[in-house]
């Protein structure tokens, strides 16, 4: 079944504890994107990357780091997470850049205390 | 960088009758413009897209129309039903490669039986 996953779905964490959100896609996609969800201000675009190690800023891309080692996966890194990074985040990837539908994964909700 | 104006934030009409959402954008350079679909709790899914050598699209009892001129575009939903309740996003797509998309702060669309 062609999906997109993310990993976790649900996370409460503490100021400035590390953590990584995993997102893996086996459409063979090319591009790949994340975005937040925010009451009142739609999706906004974190980070998109192009390719293989072909990463680039999104709208919103402060506190936040991607990469994209292999072409199925493309973790988002919160360094040092803070309260206003609490937000529903999602993941999703598309075969040729913005064109054409972007496949979204389930969303992961992260709190940040 | 681009901007996508939605309208209205929140709309609810009868079932039977027509609903219709509209969206500006800022980036002339714009040329592909979805729209997304997100039920409650659900991940958003493409309900509909329009590139800009096309004035109209229609599916079913969803069409989209697009003035490049006036840079708006709108989504049609004729012959409304309880199950077209949700939120939509419009988005345009931008950036030298069509790499960026960015999505309209969403309309809520409340359908009543």
């Known amino acids: 079944e062609a999906q997109v996953t993310q990993n976790p779905r649900y996370l409460i964490t503490v100021t400035g504890k590390k953590l990584t959100v995993t997102c893996s896609q086996n459409?063979?996609?090319?591009?790949m994107s994340w975005y937040r969800q925010d009451p009142g201000l739609g999706l906004r675009q974190i980070y998109y990357?192009?390719?293989?190690?072909?990463?680039d800023k999104g709208d919103v891309p402060e506190g936040y780091k991607v990469s994209r080692k292999e072409k199925r996966n493309f973790p988002l890194i919160l360094e040092s997470p803070s309260p206003n990074q609490t937000s529903l985040y999602f993941c999703?990837?598309?075969?040729?850049?913005?064109?054409?539908?972007?496949?979204f994964g389930p969303g992961t909700r992260l709190t940040v205390t | 960088g681009e901007n996508v104006e939605q309208h209205p934030s929140t709309l609810s009409v009868q079932e039977g009758d027509s609903a219709v959402i509209k969206c500006t954008y800022s980036?002339?350079?714009?040329?592909?413009f979805p729209w997304y679909k997100q039920e409650l709790g659900k991940r958003p899914q493409l309900i509909i897209d329009?590139?800009?050598?096309?004035g109209e699209k229609k599916d079913q009892r969803i069409a989209v129309t697009l003035n490049k001129t006036a840079k708006h575009f709108s989504l049609h939903i004729t012959e409304t039903q309880p199950e077209d309740s949700a939120v939509y996003f419009c988005?345009?797509?931008?950036?030298?490669?069509?790499?960026?998309?960015?999505f309209g702060t969403g309309t809520r669309l409340t359908i009543i039986p």
């Open positions: 988005a345009a797509s931008s950036g030298i490669g069509n790499e960026k998309l960015t």
């Open positions: 980036d002339s350079a714009s040329n592909y």
């Open positions: 329009i590139r800009s050598n096309v």
């Open positions: 990357s192009m390719n293989v190690e072909v990463t």
């Open positions: 999703a990837s598309s075969l040729v850049r913005g064109l054409g539908e972007q496949y």
């Open positions: 459409m063979n996609h090319e591009y």
